[in-house]
């Protein structure tokens, strides 16, 4: 507690104070800061690195994963976003993803990571006008989630990453070695900025009922650290497996379990997107995931 309470005393305490985070921690019990601060803390570090003090106080969505396509040329073993459970994938279509990332970008003052993804993003033949709608002004960092399978020739597609300042975003599986290497020397010779990604994968469990009380869900919630917001076919979910869940029909979304955004005014989507952020009970999704379980544990990356 003593920790805590020097924690209290120091400017970047003063700079929570300013920010929606504060009003969670204060009026807790001492020992669930912990908890809040590692469900947050990449969100409050990213608006704290970022500088923008004046937008603090406003709609912040610290990380953000636009979904433009469920095709995808690796069928991994336990991936989290149920990849493999697409028995139809396709391109999400163009104007309806354009749409809500206008709608959204009218809500939010602030994106910490604006991530665009699929499946592989690379496959999509939108991607390029997909790009000129990510509003950058806003963004912090602005990222193309990649798998290094494809290696896009599009001139256009890099004229919009240089502008944009997209950063590509390279995850090295044991399969997309050698394009992975080509994928890197077209990137340099555009002037394309790039990065590898290790994610720790953990297994989310198979997407099925896995039938916990409700004193266990709201504990599984509590200890959930998932922070990504998604993005899928006009909709804003809490997570990315919420929105896979309930696109693949796994159970059904009830009321309040995310903002449709093309459906609303600004106003609307603005109050519905602060009412989902700061949501403090689990998702009917919950029940098909074991993130924020002991059974969370690792696995081994892909493939």
């Given at each position: 507690m003593k920790l805590i309470d020097s924690f209290k005393q120091?400017?970047?305490?003063?700079?929570?104070?300013?920010?929606?985070?504060?009003e969670i921690w204060s009026g807790r019990k001492k020992s669930s800061f912990f908890v809040i601060w590692s469900k947050y803390k990449r969100r409050i570090r990213t608006i704290y690195l970022s500088g923008k003090l004046s937008l603090v106080a406003g709609l912040v969505i610290d990380k953000l994963d636009v979904v433009i396509t469920t095709k995808c040329n690796l069928q991994c073993e336990g991936c989290s976003h149920l990849m493999p459970y697409y028995k139809n994938p396709g391109h999400l279509d163009k104007d309806r993803v354009i749409a809500s990332i206008r709608e959204?970008?009218?809500a939010v003052?602030?994106?910490?990571?604006?991530?665009?993804?699929?499946?592989e993003p690379f496959l999509?033949?939108?991607?390029?006008?997909?790009?000129?709608?990510?509003?950058?002004?806003?963004?912090?960092?602005?990222?193309?989630?990649?798998n290094a399978t494809i290696v896009p020739k599009d001139p256009e597609l890099f004229d919009v990453m240089r502008r944009k300042g997209v950063h590509v975003v390279i995850t090295p599986y044991p399969s997309n070695e050698q394009t992975r290497e080509q994928l890197i020397a077209?990137?340099?010779?555009?002037?394309?900025?790039?990065?590898?990604?290790?994610?720790?994968?953990?297994?989310?469990?198979?997407?099925c009922h896995h039938h916990r009380s409700p004193r266990e869900l709201q504990r599984q919630f509590a200890h959930c650290t998932s922070v990504c917001k998604n993005l899928l076919d006009g909709r804003l979910y809490y997570c990315f497996r919420c929105a896979h869940i309930y696109d693949l029909g796994f159970c059904q979304r009830l009321e309040g379990e995310a903002v449709d955004l093309l459906k609303n005014t600004t106003a609307q989507n603005r109050?519905?997107?602060?009412?989902?952020?700061?949501?403090?009970?689990?998702?009917?999704?919950?029940?098909?995931?074991?993130?924020?379980t002991n059974q969370n544990v690792g696995i081994s990356r892909g493939k």
């Amino acid at each position: 507690m003593k920790l805590i309470d020097s924690f209290k005393q120091t400017k970047f305490a003063a700079f929570l104070k300013k920010t929606p985070f504060y009003e969670i921690w204060s009026g807790r019990k001492k020992s669930s800061f912990f908890v809040i601060w590692s469900k947050y803390k990449r969100r409050i570090r990213t608006i704290y690195l970022s500088g923008k003090l004046s937008l603090v106080a406003g709609l912040v969505i610290d990380k953000l994963d636009v979904v433009i396509t469920t095709k995808c040329n690796l069928q991994c073993e336990g991936c989290s976003h149920l990849m493999p459970y697409y028995k139809n994938p396709g391109h999400l279509d163009k104007d309806r993803v354009i749409a809500s990332i206008r709608e959204l970008a009218k809500a939010v003052d602030w994106f910490g990571h604006f991530n665009i993804l699929g499946g592989e993003p690379f496959l999509s033949p939108d991607l390029k006008y997909i790009m000129e709608e990510i509003p950058v002004e806003k963004c912090h960092l602005v990222q193309v989630l990649t798998n290094a399978t494809i290696v896009p020739k599009d001139p256009e597609l890099f004229d919009v990453m240089r502008r944009k300042g997209v950063h590509v975003v390279i995850t090295p599986y044991p399969s997309n070695e050698q394009t992975r290497e080509q994928l890197i020397a077209v990137l340099e010779r555009e002037h394309v900025a790039w990065n590898y990604y290790y994610p720790r994968w953990t297994d989310h469990g198979e997407p099925c009922h896995h039938h916990r009380s409700p004193r266990e869900l709201q504990r599984q919630f509590a200890h959930c650290t998932s922070v990504c917001k998604n993005l899928l076919d006009g909709r804003l979910y809490y997570c990315f497996r919420c929105a896979h869940i309930y696109d693949l029909g796994f159970c059904q979304r009830l009321e309040g379990e995310a903002v449709d955004l093309l459906k609303n005014t600004t106003a609307q989507n603005r109050k519905q997107l602060r009412r989902l952020l700061r949501r403090r009970k689990p998702f009917t999704a919950c029940q098909y995931c074991l993130r924020g379980t002991n059974q969370n544990v690792g696995i081994s990356r892909g493939k």
